[in-house]
């Protein structure tokens, strides 16, 4: 059983997508993860971190406390950062903290197995499926952006772009597409004629009836 300590879900989600083989208990804080290991104890065999929960962890040192006093022996702990947060993996490391860590990089299509791969090292019974996980990675990014990973490609199929290798358009080519417009242009100016008369047709018939009702109302009052 693995713990995860992440408050953004979506990252959260992304990361316990790689390790769907395995039991994870999700927590937004610290003091969750302590209240799942004295729940859960000696079955948690591996925390995951977001690298700024480990300062604390490595500071307060509350993960250490606790197991030590329910007699257990600590998990090992991988941590993961991202762009920015550098400084942090530079202190934790300069600090001997003891964690692995790995950056988080969701561009990066090789993450699953670097993430992985570091995560059976710390816990060689680790339950795992690299081609899958990397197959849920790279799916999960084209659902996200809606462009796959080869941008390029995908473009030229959308038809913003000439596909690679293509010849580029030539004058006649443009032409028709030049004519459509105009023709377009046409038919909406016809269109707002058709509307003016329809208009001053419409006024006209409103007037004449109006008339017809005064002297319908006229004519009454002089019965």
Request: charge should be negative; aromatic fraction near 10%.
């Amino acid at each position: 059983m693995l713990i995860i300590i992440e408050d953004n879900k979506r990252v959260r989600k992304r990361v316990c997508d790689l390790l769907k083989r395995e039991r994870i208990l999700g927590v937004n804080s610290i003091t969750e993860a302590l209240e799942r290991i004295c729940k859960f104890r000696s079955d948690i065999n591996l925390i995951i971190s977001r690298i700024n929960f480990l300062i604390d962890i490595q500071s307060k040192q509350l993960i250490h406390k606790v197991c030590n006093r329910l007699y257990l022996e600590v998990p090992p702990i991988l941590g993961y950062y991202t762009e920015g947060e550098e400084a942090i993996k530079t202190k934790l490391e300069e600090n001997d903290a003891g964690f692995a860590l790995v950056k988080y990089d969701e561009q990066d299509g090789e993450f699953p197995q670097k993430f992985i791969k570091l995560a059976s090292t710390l816990y060689p019974d680790l339950y795992y499926d690299i081609e899958g996980a990397q197959e849920i990675w790279q799916k999960k990014a084209e659902e996200e952006t809606g462009v796959p990973v080869d941008p390029r490609a995908w473009l030229a199929e959308q038809g913003f772009i000439e596909p690679e290798g293509a010849k580029p358009k030539g004058i006649n080519a443009v032409i028709p597409t030049i004519e459509d417009m105009l023709r377009e242009d046409v038919t909406r100016k016809e269109q707002k004629e058709d509307y003016k008369h329809l208009y001053f047709e419409m006024k006209k018939k409103y007037e004449e009836l109006v008339k017809y009702v005064k002297e319908l109302i006229d004519f009454i009052k002089n019965i």
